[in-house]
């Protein structure tokens, strides 16, 4: 997508602006010929700091909270895009307080949607996760419901002008609460490296690409669509391998057990959503469905075609080698970075 095009002169609001997600589209945002972007989030320090950091007259900040339909409603006024990444997103949190994760990821981006339709917004992208597939906790519930609050705008609106789609991605390398940087701080501090389970698998998509899937959602969504991106997948134990083998070491693992409420695997699409599902070369596109109260349809016609598709799941996909982990890690300015810190020279060929 080519975004000097489609955001030249727009003015884009972030939710939840402040975290890892946020802010990358924030700097790319900003590298364009926007406006204005909008951050709205309660973070008031993490908003100071973020100003000090882009120093951009064009960045604006709102301080408020998606359960409160008047700071969405401040924020909105005169937007063009929102891209919707405010949530919980902790699991253990969301199992202790799930009635918060419900105030957040459910009423909030009710608010978001219901003011975006109110002001006219062209589109509005929610962020989703694996976790709502098959949910087993919930945070990965509650995103599930989101999903499906976002799907009604255009069952319940079919002539709306506001187009509502979500994205939903996995693991996300060196976002804030990834293990990845833990790996690292763990090496640099001559520490054991600790591992729930080495053959817990994980799809490996790195800021960037989760930034570039809203975009393509942004170009291409219709009503109620939802993205997903391929990605390579990895266990968590050849996972902290290549990390060791980028710090030249061999680390000592401790295994500590799964966690509670945390899948070994991620599900970026169930067998049901792929039998619908358009594959877009690097995307799928899983339309919404758009069967209204006729009861009859729902059970007078099935989908003979769901046998023959099995979930898109991190223990199903081609998984990486060691070596191809090590590659793929070593294009994270945030590796780089900490190699150089080190004094490590990059082996840029380890793939080969």
């Known amino acids: 997508m080519n975004m000097n095009t489609s955001y030249a002169g727009k003015k884009i609001l972030i939710t939840g602006g402040t975290g890892s997600f946020g802010h990358t589209v924030a700097k790319k945002l900003l590298d364009r010929d926007v406006e204005e ?3 709205l989030s309660r973070d008031e320090a993490k908003q100071d700091a973020m100003r000090r950091q882009l120093a951009d007259p064009r960045l604006r900040f709102y301080v408020g909270d998606v359960r409160e339909y008047q700071s969405v409603d401040r924020a909105v006024k005169s937007v063009d895009h929102v891209f919707h990444a405010a949530a919980l997103k902790q699991v253990p949190s969301c199992e202790f307080f799930p009635m918060e994760a419900i105030r957040t990821n459910i009423h909030g981006s009710e608010n ?5 339709e109110a002001h006219g917004v062209a589109s509005v992208v929610c962020l989703s996760t694996d976790k709502a597939v098959y949910p087993v906790n919930a945070m990965g519930m509650s995103k599930a419901m989101m999903e499906k609050v976002a799907q009604s705008h255009g069952l319940n609106n079919r002539e709306a002008e506001t187009i509502v789609s979500c994205v939903r991605y996995g693991n996300v390398m060196y976002s804030r609460g990834s293990v990845i940087p833990l790996f690292v701080d763990q090496i640099k501090s001559g520490k054991r490296l600790t591992i729930t389970d080495p053959d817990m698998t994980r799809f490996m998509m790195s800021l960037s690409d989760s930034v570039e899937l809203v ?3 942004f170009s291409n969504a219709n009503q109620g669509d939802l993205f997903i991106r391929k990605a390579p997948a990895c266990t968590i134990g050849d996972l902290a391998k290549a990390v060791g083998n980028l710090f030249q070491i061999s680390p000592e693992i401790d295994v500590i ?5 945390e899948k070994v695997s991620e599900s970026l699409a169930s067998r049901e959503e792929l039998a619908r599902a358009r594959d877009m070369d690097d995307y ?3 339309e919404a469905d758009t069967r209204d109260l006729n009861y009859n349809v729902f059970f007078s016609e099935g989908d003979p075609n769901q046998v023959m598709y099995d979930d898109y799941d991190s223990h199903s996909v081609s998984r990486m080698d060691i070596p191809e982990i090590e590659a793929l890690l070593l294009t994270l300015p945030e590796i780089q970075s900490e190699l150089q810190i080190a004094g490590i020279e990059p082996r840029i060929s380890v793939a080969g």
């Open 284 to 286: 799928f596109r899983i």
């Open 112 to 116: 978001v949607i219901r003011a975006a």
């Open 37 to 39: 972007v909008r951050i």
């Open 257 to 261: 057990g799964t966690r509670h409420a």
């Open 215 to 217: 975009e393509f959602a």
